[in-house]
């Protein structure tokens, strides 16, 4: 039988000598869910999601992601994952279709399917028409659209968003969330870190790091009652007004 959740994290903890920099963290996230993952510089969130994504190995504690030990299955965990980044990693130099063949074939994508997969994401995109455009003369809004269906066009079952629409503006930011929303549609789970609160708005749950720990996690409606705030970014300052390091 197929598990609800799709992460599962438990006392997780992760100590860079004296430092801990993930305290004892426990969660999980359920299939087919956006869930947000918000913390200020320093609380933790991009060492957890290294662990996760299978880039680091926990000091103690354990978790699984898609069903693979982040401890001893970090390499098939990688091939069942998406992920993306805010630094933009795609190749310049490239046109938008050798990009997207390119991430093809290194996430296993079968030849076969290659060819319908990437017309399909260029259809959804409106970017058929600039598929042999270079990626590095695209608007950046284009550049974080693409880079977000490279990262799925292997179609994992999570994708992990790390902080993805840094740096685009508003109108390309909410077309950008057009993208997980069909996503998740599609059945990938979407798991994000963002430092716009704007957008934290539209996850299913958030949790909220401070120095390592989470110190609240709920929908967005049910954290904004228990803080007795209008917005989740007041609920944000509330616990960032608790935090002693930064980074």
């Given at each position: 039988?197929?598990?609800?959740?799709?992460?599962?994290?438990?006392?997780?903890?992760?100590?860079?000598?004296?430092?801990?920099?993930?305290?004892?963290?426990?969660?999980?996230?359920?299939?087919?869910?956006?869930?947000?993952?918000?913390?200020?510089?320093?609380?933790?969130?991009?060492?957890?999601?290294?662990?996760?994504?299978?880039?680091?190995?926990?000091?103690?504690?354990?978790g699984t992601v898609a069903g693979f030990d982040i401890r001893t299955q970090s390499e098939l965990i990688k091939k069942h994952i998406g992920y993306m980044s805010q630094k933009f990693a795609l190749y310049g130099d490239l046109t938008v279709r050798d990009n997207l063949e390119l991430f093809a074939g290194i996430y296993g994508v079968p030849r076969k399917e290659t060819d319908?997969?990437?017309?399909?994401?260029?259809?959804?995109?409106?970017?058929?028409?600039?598929?042999?455009?270079?990626?590095?003369?695209?608007?950046?809004?284009?550049?974080?659209?693409?880079?977000?269906?490279?990262?799925?066009?292997?179609?994992?079952?999570?994708?992990?968003?790390?902080?993805?629409?840094?740096?685009?503006?508003?109108?390309?930011?909410?077309?950008?969330?057009?993208?997980?929303?069909?996503?998740?549609?599609?059945?990938?789970?979407?798991?994000?870190?963002?430092?716009?609160?704007?957008?934290?708005?539209?996850?299913?749950?958030?949790?909220?790091?401070?120095?390592?720990?989470?110190?609240?996690?709920?929908?967005?409606?049910?954290?904004?009652?228990?803080?007795?705030?209008?917005?989740?970014?007041?609920?944000?300052?509330?616990?960032?007004?608790?935090?002693?390091?930064?980074?």
């Amino acid at each position: 039988m197929e598990s609800e959740n799709v992460i599962e994290v438990v006392h997780l903890t992760k100590k860079f000598g004296d430092f801990t920099a993930v305290d004892d963290i426990s969660f999980h996230v359920r299939r087919g869910e956006i869930f947000g993952f918000l913390g200020a510089n320093g609380a933790g969130k991009t060492t957890a999601m290294r662990m996760l994504t299978g880039l680091s190995f926990p000091t103690s504690g354990k978790g699984t992601v898609a069903g693979f030990d982040i401890r001893t299955q970090s390499e098939l965990i990688k091939k069942h994952i998406g992920y993306m980044s805010q630094k933009f990693a795609l190749y310049g130099d490239l046109t938008v279709r050798d990009n997207l063949e390119l991430f093809a074939g290194i996430y296993g994508v079968p030849r076969k399917e290659t060819d319908a997969r990437i017309d399909n994401l260029l259809g959804r995109l409106s970017m058929s028409h600039e598929k042999n455009s270079r990626v590095r003369d695209l608007p950046q809004g284009w550049k974080q659209k693409l880079a977000f269906s490279v990262s799925i066009i292997h179609k994992p079952e999570i994708v992990f968003l790390d902080e993805p629409t840094g740096g685009v503006d508003p109108a390309a930011r909410r077309q950008f969330w057009e993208l997980i929303y069909e996503a998740v549609d599609e059945g990938i789970t979407a798991f994000v870190t963002t430092h716009y609160m704007d957008e934290a708005e539209y996850c299913d749950r958030i949790s909220m790091m401070v120095d390592g720990r989470i110190e609240a996690l709920d929908s967005p409606g049910a954290l904004k009652e228990k803080f007795g705030a209008a917005s989740i970014a007041e609920v944000f300052d509330i616990l960032a007004r608790g935090a002693k390091r930064t980074e």
